[in-house]
């Protein structure tokens, strides 16, 4: 029968990349790190293997992993014709993509649906920044798979993601529980489960579990610094300032990073701590800047990147930064990136050049908007605080109990009750 993936498609290849291309879809799929070194072992085996090709420029694109973007995927066009259709389908289907256009990638799905890697690219993740802007027509396409995958733990994790975002946290926690009893190491069940934990203010609970797992079952996890991101959110909620500085010191360090998590792990967590209550000598953004690198911050790949970059010029005092940024995503062809990235690097630019008021109702008129930006609802909270933040500093308290009331609603967190009562005392002018 030849060489096949794990869900029974042919590999155009040899037995030896087959064998190491597999592996590195399992990890890829589980969130293992290095995946993509196993994935170019494939070409080790064969350089001629387009599906290793194409999935390298993927990875670099995707996950900033550092490959030659450019000459993986001149490779996989020019030898995909020895593959099979699907093979041929799944490379263009990335070559497009890649320069964004996400049409053939929904295509290719609807012909191939246990086509993991490309359904991966799909889903907003922890690791993949989905296709599409609309959230409901992605949790479409993977509940549109489900028939294909049956009880396979990596799909169901997936599930757990999509219902978490649906705000269905019960629906969630059992799917991702459901995945982690058959595959303990998943990380999009651990994800999934993490985000029910925060969503539903299960703090506690959710950080003791966290701990646990990622010195244990997901101690092979890449991108650990984002589950560090994920326990230190929790100790923030808690209000837990010292635990928060504890976690940064030994786990989030820019130096302890990977690829763009820097910018979108540790720069948002100092963003946030800073703002918090109370909050005091919370180290400073300007690693995270050097980091990623000034064309990282005025020129992301992405939306959602464009959100991290705006919080850290805006942290790191560089007003001009952030005109620079919101004129390039301004004139940029994603519309995200014109319509939300723009303005809110140009509301950011606001509130550093002191005219907070305006800044704030800048932030309230994107507010609407910021689900466009991609990530989770937990990751584009930073939109909110930074209103939140803006308000107080214009003295337009009743706006901020308004927020914050709102949020308490969402979830119990100890770090806004108290954000609540500082803004219901407000300062005496002497």
Not at 230 to 236: G, K, N, R, S, V
Not at 243 to 265: F, M, N, W
Not at 298 to 316: C, D, K, N, R, S
Request: aromatic letters at 6%; proline letters at 5%.
């Amino acid at each position: 029968m030849g060489c096949r993936d794990d869900y029974g498609y042919p590999l155009t290849t040899s037995d030896g990349a087959a064998a190491a291309y597999v592996a590195g879809v399992r990890d890829l799929l589980r969130l293992r790190r290095d995946a993509h070194v196993r994935i170019a072992s494939a070409l080790a085996h064969d350089p001629t293997f387009a599906l290793a090709h194409a999935d390298l420029a993927l990875l670099g694109h995707e996950m900033c992993v550092d490959v030659d973007i450019a000459s993986r995927l001149d490779d996989a066009r020019r030898l995909a014709g020895r593959a099979t259709e699907r093979e041929r389908s799944h490379v263009h289907a990335v070559d497009r993509h890649l320069q964004g256009d996400h049409r053939p990638l929904l295509a290719h799905l609807t012909a191939y649906p246990r086509d993991a890697v490309l359904l991966s690219i799909a889903m907003p993740t922890i690791a993949f920044a989905g296709v599409t802007e609309v959230p409901a027509e992605a949790w479409a396409i993977v509940e549109g798979a489900a028939p294909s995958y049956g009880d396979d733990p990596w799909f169901l994790g997936l599930l757990a993601f999509v219902r978490q975002e649906q705000r269905r946290y019960d629906e969630a926690m059992a799917l991702a529980c459901r995945a982690l009893a058959a595959d303990p190491t998943s990380g999009h069940a651990a994800h999934a489960r993490s985000h029910a934990h925060y969503e539903t203010g299960d703090h506690v609970e959710g950080l003791a579990w966290m701990d646990a797992w990622v010195t244990g079952e997901g101690a092979e996890t890449e991108s650990l610094t984002h589950f560090s991101w994920h326990a230190a959110l929790h100790e923030l909620s808690l209000g837990d300032l010292d635990a928060v500085r504890k976690r940064y010191s030994e786990q989030l360090q820019p130096r302890h990073t990977i690829g763009c998590r820097a910018l979108v792990d540790t720069g948002s967590l100092l963003f946030r701590w800073a703002l918090t209550p109370d909050a005091e000598a919370v180290p400073g953004l300007e690693e995270v800047a050097r980091v990623t690198g000034r064309g990282g911050l005025e020129a992301p790949a992405t939306a959602f990147l464009g959100m991290h970059a705006a919080v850290t010029l805006l942290a790191i005092d560089d007003l001009d930064g952030l005109r620079r940024l919101a004129t390039r995503c301004a004139n940029h062809p994603h519309p995200a990136q014109r319509e939300v990235v723009a303005p809110l690097a140009d509301a950011l630019w606001a509130l550093g050049s002191g005219r907070a008021s305006e800044a704030a109702d800048r932030l309230g008129a994107l507010a609407p908007h910021c689900w466009r930006l991609g990530g989770s609802d937990a990751q584009r909270e930073i939109v909110e605080e930074t209103r939140i933040a803006a308000l107080l500093r214009a003295q337009r308290y009743d706006d901020a109990r308004t927020l914050l009331d709102a949020r308490l609603d969402r979830r119990p967190s100890p770090r806004d009750a108290r954000w609540r009562e500082a803004a219901a005392r407000p300062p005496v002018v002497e």
